[in-house]
């Protein structure tokens, strides 16, 4: 049974995160602070971390910053502040995702799937769409049986929007998720490598424009 540790100031809320995954056989650890996650997490390490930003005393983006100095656990971010700049200070404090209160049960549980599946080696990580094949594992990318010749930074930006369909991801978070936060480079590094990865997929004859898409303003999403 996998463990998520649940932290919020406000027992509401603890109580509704308890609700909705009790029923799916995780076992919920309900912490009201960020002092104590972080003393949990050094005694006892959970499988996932639903982290409220908004907290007395030691905030979200604090906790996690200091769990990321021993610990490599999966942490979602529960956040009220949909600002871009807000969502990409705590990508850059080590989340793994984030989620905009206020969220519904569909979506939280798929956040969830998602970023275990991401994280854990129980899940083959090879990803396929219409003949197109990214292995994580080999480092390889083909297309019906052809392999494509792309550089390290081409292969993440497609892995990462091949594991997480629909989602659209802004020049900035890609660059803290496949640089890092330390990278200096800006957004448009981003975009000629997406336009590189684009002109490789389309000389292989790969239906490309049904799957990779721009988001105007935004940056870039896979469809499958």
């Known amino acids: 049974m996998k463990k998520i540790a649940l932290v919020d100031d406000e027992q509401r809320m603890l109580d509704l995160l308890e609700l909705y995954l009790n029923p799916l056989g995780y076992e919920c650890i309900k912490l009201r602070s960020g002092e104590e996650t972080i003393a949990l997490v050094k005694k006892e390490e959970p499988d996932l971390i639903l982290l409220d930003v908004m907290m007395p005393v030691l905030d979200g983006f604090e906790t996690c910053r200091e769990i990321r100095r021993f610990s490599d656990v999966p942490i979602i971010l529960l956040t009220a502040l949909h600002e871009k700049e807000e969502i990409v200070k705590g990508?850059?404090?080590?989340?793994?995702?984030?989620?905009?209160?206020?969220?519904?049960?569909?979506?939280?549980?798929?956040?969830?799937?998602?970023v275990f599946r991401r994280t854990s080696d129980?899940?083959?990580?090879?990803?396929?769409c219409e003949?197109?094949?990214?292995?994580?594992?080999?480092?390889e990318l083909s297309f019906e049986g052809k392999q494509i010749n792309v550089t390290p930074k081409e292969?993440?930006?497609?892995?990462?929007?091949?594991?997480?369909?629909?989602?659209?991801?802004?020049?900035?978070?890609?660059?803290?998720?496949?640089?890092?936060?330390?990278?200096?480079?800006?957004?448009?590094?981003?975009?000629?490598?997406?336009?590189?990865?684009?002109?490789?997929?389309?000389?292989?004859?790969?239906?490309?424009?049904?799957?990779?898409?721009?988001?105007?303003?935004?940056?870039?999403?896979?469809?499958?």
């Open 91 to 114: 990508l850059q404090h080590g989340a793994d995702d984030y989620i905009v209160k206020p969220f519904d049960e569909e979506e939280l549980i798929a956040r969830i799937h998602a």
């Open 122 to 128: 129980d899940f083959a990580r090879v990803i396929e």
């Open 131 to 139: 003949g197109l094949i990214w292995n994580e594992g080999s480092h």
């Open 155 to 224: 292969f993440s930006i497609l892995g990462q929007l091949l594991k997480n369909p629909g989602r659209a991801y802004s020049r900035e978070q890609l660059l803290v998720l496949i640089w890092g936060y330390e990278a200096w480079t800006d957004g448009r590094t981003v975009d000629s490598h997406v336009r590189n990865l684009r002109d490789k997929l389309r000389k292989t004859g790969f239906p490309l424009e049904r799957h990779l898409q721009t988001v105007w303003g935004v940056g870039y999403k896979w469809i499958h």
